[in-house]
Structure formats: C-alpha cells, structure tokens
C-alpha cells in the first residue's frame, strides 16, 4: 500500500486518446481534398498512392470488349428464327401426371384419432435394460490414490514381449466377425460396471 509507481507505470497507466472526434472529419469529400484537424492537406505522395491501379497497355489490347455490353450486328437483329429454334425456346411445361394441391374438405378436419393411432403415433422408447454411457471421468477415492501395486500387478502392467524373428502380422489385432455381433449379457453388463464405495 505505501510503494510508489515508477515513471513508467505512470506512463502505461494513461489513457488512450480519444479519435472518433476526427471520425467525420477524416472521410473524403467528394469534389475536394478535406482540411483534417492538425494534419493539413494530404501530400502529393499520399494523392498518387490513393490512385487506383491501371491497366497495362498490352492487356488492353488483348482485352476483346471494353465493357460487358457489346453491340448486336444488324444480321442478327434481321434474322428469322426457325422453328426447331422457336421450339426450343419455349419454356418447360408441366409433367402429363401432374396434380395441383387439392383442397381439404372440412369433414376431415374433426376427424378424431382413435386410441391405436396415438398409440402407433408415439415416440419408440427405450429398452428397459438399456443404461447410459457413464461419466469417462469420476473422483479418484483417497485409497486409491495411496494405494501399492503389488508385483503380480506390477507383472500384468508389463507389456508382451514379441520376438523380432517372427514377420508382423498386420491382422494381430483384428477382432473377429462373432466378437463385432456379440451381445452383452446382463451379467457381462453388471460385472463391468465400477465398483463403488
């Protein structure tokens, strides 16, 4: 509470300033250079970088047209469409099998649904045995955290050593087509849960 800031704490510890005051100022206008407060007039450098781009002499040449609009040669204006042109610039009609929305009479409208098609209506719920996925994460108890591995444990925790002579076998660890459609049984389902203290 009693130290004292240095000179450039004192200085980190202003204010930025505030520019939107220059906001409007600062736009072009159209016509003129603008005054801008405590800046001037732009330099002549600032005028030439602002000008746009333009284009080389050589695409102009190779360029076909000026604009996107180009004039209609007087054949074409004068020309007589034939009819395989005139057939074809008809537009799209409608499929022979078409049928445009009918109205609804209003007798269907009070019909009441009957107890078996709310009931085939509802949505498919779930199997009586069926058990969400678990939280992969849940609190680490203080025994477990303390606890020594014994050296059986400590043996199974070792991974299998393989001999170098024998080729790899890409499909080691394939699972088989039986183990892919297998069922869990309820027992399977019960053993695998945690235990819980």
Not at 119 to 144: C, G, I, Y
Request: net charge positive.
């Amino acid at each position: 509470m009693t130290a004292r800031p240095s000179a450039r704490t004192l200085y980190l510890c202003k204010p930025k300033k505030d520019f939107t005051k220059y906001g409007r100022s600062c736009r072009p206008v159209i016509g003129g250079n603008p005054l801008l407060p405590k800046y001037g007039y732009p330099s002549e450098r600032l005028l030439k970088l602002s000008e746009p781009k333009k284009f080389l002499p050589a695409y102009l040449e190779q360029r076909s047209r000026e604009t996107p609009e180009w004039p209609v040669s007087l054949a074409a204006q004068n020309y007589n469409a034939s009819k395989r042109i005139l057939q074809l610039a008809q537009p799209k009609g409608l499929h022979p099998d078409f049928m445009p929305p009918r109205e609804i009479s209003i007798s269907p409208r009070r019909i009441v649904a009957s107890p078996r098609t709310i009931e085939l209506s509802k949505p498919k719920q779930l199997h009586p045995n069926f058990m969400p996925a678990r939280d992969p994460e849940w609190p680490v108890t203080e025994a477990a955290k303390h606890a020594v591995p014994t050296k059986r444990i400590l043996g199974l925790a070792q991974p299998s050593s393989r001999p170098r002579v024998t080729p790899l076998n890409p499909d080691a660890f394939k699972v088989k087509e039986s183990a892919l459609k297998a069922v869990c049984t309820p027992r399977l389902a019960e053993l695998a849960q945690p235990i819980r203290h």
